[in-house]
């Protein structure tokens, strides 16, 4: 449908109207302007046979010829600076992070950001290229004396976690981040921020948009996609994008330390269909209730995993086990909760159901003594664990799991593993090896079955270990009468603390902080692992501003350790320049 321009100056001032012309190859051929961007827009969606599709991305000020073009994108955008970003430094980096959080961008859905990329480097006469998997690469020529000097990739990636409180409206695929600026740090009204990685791609686009003077090295910015669902954009990324062989990844998250190191990982998807069987007089005296358990803290399951916090979907397994022994004849209709493969689970429900009133408190009083066991368990970590109940309509009691099926679904939730299997023996504190109970998610269900599949992440520092947690996963599943898929899990990055890249690095940090960094393996995913596999002798290392609660609704940005952050960032390209 259309964009209705006359209502687009109600969306945002000042907003940005035009057109991006496209040939076959997905080259920019053609541009033109806001007038005639409107003019054209409301005439019929078929301009000179070529096909109009609404996008979110900038705009340009000189118009071109467009008849030899055969696709064309609408955007609008504004450029209006966030109220919470006005006043920050460097602030081309924030200015970018505005518009970027304008831009839906979960996983899979990056297209959007991408034409705003190509815009970007069109703009300002810098070449680009993408490969089929959609990863895309800007080159700026060195500058300022650094001309001659070895290539330097900056890379990051696009997308971002899409995880939200359960009372907040948001739709990931349309609305832009909603940004929020308290007590020294940047986050979002109740959803994911996307500093993670956000914030390093901004980062990349302020160096490329800095002055031709500036004293770089030629740069090759590598801006991957769906890195949150398997790091699938670095598998699958054409290394012949890439002639340089130093690469800063810029997608860490702790300020004032360098990262050389870092787990392989892979994910589990077990499959249960699940038989179900009507509810004897369910329409009469059979009573049902729905509880949920929310408001834990969540987070990323490699940084955050070795903290112990709560996993919802546990908790809301082991509450439901309570529930059903609580009484004869009390049925499981329905367990559900998570939602990304690499976030534990912050929420997650259940319904139970009870062939008369007395056996249905019975059970209500097992759930509420668990919850309030959960509480206990987890003392001053998780303050806002809560569990509310609801009711359950009369169609939804019709049917429950089988007992048998209920014994299935509660064998995986309960033994399938979570949190960390083994510390690191050589690396004092680094988690080794990890699996997060990620989601379950009902999939399909007929008045017979309920298909629900359920997500594990596991992570490794040593691929061996990885494989055997992932085997056991396995035969866990088969055990319990599951479909179980297995993709083949991304590789670790093995730390070179000797490499150049790493001393530099380590010199410009220390000259923005006036402390030596300390120089750090990490149990998150990083894709300097992968893309050091296809780009064999790369030098990697890897830092960024600090960031918490990735991966959920509390992430932020610390705000002062932006600025020494791009600062450093900067500092160490004019020493990679001078390696001419």
Known sequence: ?????????????????????????????????????????????????????????????????????????????????????????????????GELSSIPRPSYKEQKVLDWLKLFAEERGLAWSQDAAGNLVMRRPGGGGGEAAPTVIIQGHIDMVTEKNADVQHDFEADGIRLVRRDGWVTADGTTLGADNGIGVCAALAVLDSPPSMPLPPLEALFTVDEEVGMTGALRLDPGLLTGRVMLNLDTEDWGDIFIGCAGGGDSALTLDLPLEPLAGAAGGWGARGFRLGGMLGGHSGLEIGEDRANALRLAARAAAAGLAAAPGVRLLALSGGDKRNAIPREAGFQLAAPDAG??????????????????????????????????????????????AADRLLLLLLTLPHGVIKHSHTVPGLVETSSNLASATIKRRTPESLTVELVTCTRSSLDRALEDVRQGIARLGR????????????????????????????????????????????????????????LPGVQSVSYGPTIRGAHSPDERVEVATVAPFYEATLALLRRLAQAA
Do not use: N
């Open 359 to 404: 056996a249905l408190e019975a059970a209500t009083a097992a759930v509420r003594a668990a919850a309030d066991a959960f509480r206990l368990e987890y003392g001053a970590l998780e303050m806002g664990l809560a569990l509310t109940e609801e009711e359950v309509g009369s169609e939804a009691r019709r049917a429950g799991l089988t007992p048998a």
């Open 1 to 97: 449908t259309p964009l209705p321009l006359e209502h687009a100056a109600q969306l945002a001032s000042p907003l940005h109207l035009g057109l991006l012309g496209l040939d076959g190859s997905g080259r920019i051929q053609s541009r033109m302007s806001a007038a005639l961007a409107c003019r054209i827009w409301r005439s019929p969606c078929r301009v000179s046979g070529l096909s109009l599709r609404l996008a979110q991305t900038r705009s340009w000020p000189q118009p071109r010829d467009f008849r030899h073009c055969r696709t064309m994108t609408v955007f609008a955008v504004s450029k209006e600076l966030p109220e919470a970003l006005q006043g920050l430094q460097p602030a081309p980096l924030w200015r970018f992070f």
């Open 479 to 534: 055990a319990a009468g599951a479909t179980v898929h297995q993709d083949a899990a991304y590789p670790g990055w093995v730390p070179e603390p000797d490499a150049p890249v790493v001393h530099a690095a380590a010199a410009a940090i220390q000259g923005v902080t006036g402390k030596a960094p300390a120089v750090k393996a990490i149990h998150a995913g990083l894709e300097c692992g992968i893309i050091g596999q296809k």
